[in-house]
T-cell receptor, first 112, second 114 residues
Framework: QKEVEQNSGPLSVPEGAIASLNCTYS??????FFWYRQYSGKSPELIMS????GDKEDGRFTAQLNKASQYVSLLIRDSQPSDSATYLC????????????FGTGTRLKVLA | DGGITQSPKYLFRKEGQNVTLSCEQN?????MYWYRQDPGQGLRLIYY???????QKGDIAEGYSVSREKKESFPLTVTSAQKNPTAFYLC?????????????FGPGTRLLVL
């Protein structure tokens, strides 16, 4: 069964620190990877997408992809209390289709 | 102001009742999706539609039905056959249904059983 695994947390970091969120996936043919942020009671909002091995930076966020090891991570630099949310990893495991498998999410708490 | 709207925000269902959740988008996206989210679980795909007048079952379609008569609209009906409907329902859309297409989500509808 195709799976996307995330540590449920909570991951607690002090304000200003780097938060590191990890996601592993089961299918080597996966091609597209997405990170969403979801505040409590709200819908997911896209933070980053990444398709190639290596790092992709956007402001305070960096996505890292390692297809050989089958993991994707999200780093949040200079963490702020407003970053406190659940972060969902989504993976496309069927190339050529729309279908994405979502992890259960990691809850991040940034302590002021 | 482009985006995805869902209504109502909260919906209450009685035993044996069918209810319909609305999803509208003005992003000119071809593909639309319905997901269900339960506490502590990831999003699970109910139905998706790649073009008007066509839709496909997702992983948990039993007890649900959809229609896609217009590009902008993709309503979801939760039928009485769905025995555990309490969940957060999310509608999403993407420009196409390709591999690298980003899905954008509406604000969601929370369904509760009376």
């Amino acid at each position: 069964q195709k799976e996307v695994e995330q540590n449920s947390g909570p991951l607690s970091v002090p304000e200003g620190a780097i938060a590191s969120l990890n996601c592993t996936y089961s299918d080597r043919v996966s091609q597209s990877f997405f990170w969403y942020r979801q505040y409590s009671g709200k819908s997911p909002e896209l933070i980053m997408s990444i398709y190639s091995n290596g790092d992709k930076e956007d402001g305070r966020f960096t996505a890292q992809l390692n297809k050989a090891s089958q993991y994707v991570s999200l780093l949040i630099r200079d963490s702020q209390p407003s970053d406190s949310a659940t972060y969902l990893c989504a993976v496309n495991m069927q190339p050529g289709t729309y279908k994405y498998i979502f992890g259960t999410g990691t809850r991040l708490k940034v302590l002021a | 102001d482009g985006g995805i709207t869902q209504s109502p925000k909260y919906l209450f269902r009685k035993e044996g009742q069918n209810v319909t959740l609305s999803c509208e988008q003005n992003l000119n996206h071809d593909a639309m999706y319905w997901y269900r989210q339960d506490p502590g679980q990831g999003l699970r795909l109910i139905y998706y539609s790649q073009i008007v007048n066509d839709f496909q079952k997702g992983d948990i379609a039993e007890g649900y039905s959809v229609s896609r008569e217009k590009k902008e609209s993709f309503p979801l009906t939760v039928t009485s056959a769905q025995k555990n409907p309490t969940a957060f329902y999310l509608c999403a859309s993407s420009r196409t249904s390709g591999t690298q297409e980003t899905q954008y989500f509406g604000p969601g509808t929370r369904l509760l059983v009376l």
